[in-house]
């Protein structure tokens, strides 16, 4: 097979595809119909970069672990290479929500034992003093944890092997069809963009437009970021969460949010999201929010592409048209395949953290080689799994 694939969609997702197969000598067709990368749900100013434990170390907790570690190895590398890549290894302080939140949190240390230099549990006083303003409860420290600007690692992701991706930006594809083993991605006039062996669908929830992977579950959570001015050093110089997040001052602007929405496609932004951003911001840093008024902000709204079962969509797509919804249930490993289709996607409100991992396993899947995570995760993240009878019914009932 040559070693050529389309991929659709220039986010977080896309990007890291790329970036993953070009690092393997194959030769990139990136389509965006935006003007630049990163300019959907990955063009906001900033977003937290952490993993998130649980008591049970559940799918999603172990998914996040590994996702972050190989995010973190992947922006140093990036970093390194000299590329434009703009983050900060602040630090993260999640604060508990309650006071049973902060048990269990507790819990999840006890049970684990993580090194410190990964999580630790820290008090109130300790917590006031990381975030440089005094917070009303304790909570997790991360302290490799800290915030990315999306946008420049898509641009990292792409410059870093330039001279295998040629970019097509300002189009949007209308129409996918196989014909003759290549893939085509045609525009709404019916003119071909590009022709491969693989297309890979890394364009959210606009994924499901074509008719080959309408049957993900693939959804759209509109969310919206409120930009506060701020002086730089001024604290917070950490991220803080707290059923919400601020950021540290970056270009005379933090980010506090976000709002949370699905099916909720207005472009605008909203004063009264503004208004429960900064609500969130009170929850977090009490008083901090004090002067601001909410009709004075500015901000941004994305919309995240988001899967029922809350984790990402990552390999080849199931060939749904021949898969009889009423037969017994077959293992992932025999569900028929489109030949060359591939989806990265669902990435939700975690793409940072996952991105630079689902590029490799997704590299890996089309490529064959050893994949980057534990088989039952690479299971979990199977857009196959969506078809496996009583799943599917379940499914459906969601969207
Ligand atoms: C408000 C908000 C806050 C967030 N905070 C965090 C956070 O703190 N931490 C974290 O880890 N994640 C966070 N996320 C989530 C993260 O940003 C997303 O998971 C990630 O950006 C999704 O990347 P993507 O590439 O799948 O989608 P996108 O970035 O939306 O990329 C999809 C691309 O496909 C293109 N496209 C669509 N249809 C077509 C077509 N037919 N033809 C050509 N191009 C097409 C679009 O133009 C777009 O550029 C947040 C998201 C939002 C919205």
């Known amino acids: 097979m040559r070693c050529h694939a389309i991929v659709i969609g220039a986010g977080l997702a896309g990007s890291s595809a790329a970036e993953r197969l070009a690092a393997r000598g194959w030769t990139i067709d990136l389509i965006d119909a935006a003007q630049a990368p990163g300019q959907g749900a990955s063009g906001n100013l900033a977003g937290v970069l952490r993993p998130l434990p649980s008591v049970d170390d559940n799918r999603l907790a172990r998914l996040t672990r590994a996702g972050f570690a190989y995010a973190c190895e992947h922006l140093r590398a990036l970093t390194a290479a000299g590329l434009p890549l703009r983050w900060g290894q602040t630090g993260v302080l999640h604060l508990a929500r309650d006071d049973q939140h902060a048990a269990t949190q507790q819990r999840v240390i006890e049970l684990q034992q993580p090194p410190g230099s990964d999580l630790r549990w820290v008090d109130r006083d300790e917590a006031s003093q990381l975030a440089g303003w005094p917070v009303a409860i304790g909570g997790w420290w991360f302290p490799r944890g800290g915030w990315v600007d999306p946008a420049s690692l898509c641009r990292a992701n792409l410059a870093r092997h330039a001279m295998a991706v040629r970019t097509h930006y300002g189009c949007a594809v209308a129409h996918i069809e196989r014909q003759a083993d290549l893939w085509h991605a045609c525009d709404r006039a019916g003119q071909q963009i590009a022709e491969a062996p693989v297309l890979i669908l890394a364009n959210a929830a606009a994924a499901r437009c074509f008719a080959p992977a309408a049957h993900l579950p693939l959804r759209a959570a509109r969310g919206q970021v409120s930009h506060l001015p701020a002086a730089s050093a001024s604290p917070p110089t950490i991220v803080v969460c707290r059923l919400g997040y601020v950021t540290p001052a970056i270009d005379g602007l933090r980010c506090v949010g976000a709002t949370f929405a699905i099916d909720d496609d207005e472009a605008a932004q909203r004063v009264a999201d503004h208004a429960e951003n900064l609500a969130k911001l009170d929850f977090i840093l009490p008083g901090f929010a004090r002067d601001l008024s909410p009709a004075e902000l500015n901000g941004r709204v994305g919309c995240r592409p988001l899967s029922p079962d809350r984790l990402p969509m990552i390999g080849a797509i199931a060939d749904a048209a021949i898969i009889d919804p009423d037969r017994p249930r077959r293992p992932l490993a025999e569900m028929p395949r489109l030949p060359g289709l591939y989806v990265i996607n ?25 994949l980057a995570l534990a088989d039952d995760l690479v299971g979990a993240v199977d857009p196959g799994r969506f078809l496996l009878r009583g799943r599917n019914r379940r499914v459906r009932s969601h969207s």
């Open 346 to 370: 669902g990435f939700g409100a975690r793409g940072i953290v996952w991105s630079a991992l689902a590029g490799e396993l997704l590299a890996g899947l089309i490529t064959g080689a050893p």
